[in-house]
């Protein structure tokens, strides 16, 4: 049963360029423009108009957008919930111009060991993280820590949680690592390391999204029965304003907006294209978290049901729930 037939998140990126090379990600290769305000401005009204609730600015490193700032503000202006994640190599300059502006914001952090952070992202950004911390805390923010979990590291999610997140009271997001196109991430989880994942996300100040274990014990999204609804769920806009579909990661198709994001997304064309989500041959063994979160969110089936304590969780924690009624 479908309980929301609107998109409720867009993903948003505002460049592709990164001031990190990270090994599991292959978005900072691609050569990219900035967004401009004016644009912004428009879309935003028209991702009003169809009934998004979250903005996920990203990148790339989205701090490298010198106007993320009046983005936000244009965004919390619209009454939308708003996210940025950050390798927070540039957020103790800006983090005075993005107080109060982001809802839910992310620190991504790869292990409690500063040099396997800094190697895992091909630059050294580890102390940068922990002064961050110490900033957004001084300024009243509560950021949270997003670690990306392998086979290798999941064991350190202990260490992450004891000696940095509970004394600093952040919240540690576990974030299963995914494989798409040819960026590949080493060997598949093994069933110790998902039972660990699922017990750690079970603990006060933990999130993790239980749906995100059950769909990779089930093999990810069947194109004969997919779980997938990225495409009428998540609107996702390029750098160069054009609507990207199914998703992201596919890419198959990139519409020009055109000042008329609304009309073009209800467009015969593009409905054409969502009717296909989660059925193409690349959608097959697909557990991209992005947008399988949405997709878990709006239409009642197991992974529903597995996703909905942790959700409500989350959002209890961090208080986004009173804006999302």
């Known amino acids: 049963m479908r309980l929301v037939s609107h998109?409720?998140?867009?993903?948003?990126?505002?460049?592709?360029?990164?001031?990190?090379t990270c090994s599991f990600?292959?978005?900072?290769?691609?050569?990219?423009?900035?967004?401009?305000?004016?644009?912004?401005?428009?879309?935003?009204?028209?991702?009003?108009?169809?009934?998004?609730?979250?903005?996920?600015?990203?990148?790339?490193?989205?701090?490298?957008?010198?106007?993320?700032?009046?983005?936000?503000?244009?965004?919390?202006?619209?009454?939308?919930?708003?996210?940025?994640?950050?390798?927070?190599?540039?957020?103790?300059?800006?983090?005075?111009?993005?107080?109060?502006?982001?809802?839910?914001?992310?620190?991504?952090?790869?292990?409690?060991?500063?040099?396997?952070?800094?190697?895992?992202?091909?630059?050294?950004?580890?102390?940068?993280?922990?002064?961050?911390?110490?900033?957004?805390?001084k300024l009243g923010e509560r950021p949270d820590i997003l670690f990306t979990v392998f086979e290798h590291n999941v064991h350190q999610i202990r260490q992450l949680h004891e000696e940095i997140c509970q004394p600093n009271d952040l919240v540690l997001i576990l974030n299963p690592v995914f494989e798409y196109n040819t960026v590949e991430t080493g060997e598949r989880f093994s069933e110790e390391a998902l039972r660990k994942m699922s017990w750690w996300g079970k603990q006060p100040n933990v999130y993790l999204n239980e749906a995100f274990i059950q769909l990779r014990r089930d093999g990810g999204n069947q194109i004969e029965d997919p779980v997938c609804r990225a495409g009428s769920t998540t609107l996702v806009i390029s750098p160069e304003n054009k609507l990207v579909l199914p998703c992201y990661h596919l890419g198959l198709k990139e519409f020009p907006i055109d000042n008329n994001l609304y009309g073009l997304y209800r467009s015969d064309e593009v409905q054409k294209l969502v009717a296909l989500e989660g059925r193409l041959p690349g959608c097959e063994g697909c557990a991209i978290n992005c947008y399988m979160q949405p997709s878990f969110a709006v239409e009642v089936n197991k992974y529903f049901w597995r996703a909905l304590p942790s959700t409500l969780k989350y959002n209890w924690m961090k208080g986004t729930w009173k804006q999302l009624f």
């Open 25 to 137: 990600c292959d978005i900072w290769e691609r050569p990219s423009p900035y967004v401009t305000l004016e644009n912004v401005r428009q879309n935003l009204r028209d991702l009003k108009r169809l009934g998004v609730r979250v903005i996920d600015f990203t990148g790339g490193e989205p701090l490298l957008h010198r106007q993320l700032p009046e983005l936000l503000q244009e965004a919390k202006r619209l009454g939308f919930i708003t996210t940025v994640t950050t390798n927070a190599l540039l957020y103790p300059k800006q983090a005075e111009q993005l107080r109060g502006l982001v809802d839910m914001l992310h620190f991504s952090l790869d292990s409690p060991i500063a040099e396997e952070h800094d190697r895992s992202r091909g630059v050294k950004c580890f102390d940068k993280v922990m002064e961050s911390i110490a900033i957004a805390r």
């Open 7 to 20: 998109p409720v998140l867009c993903n948003y990126y505002i460049t592709y360029r990164c001031n990190a």
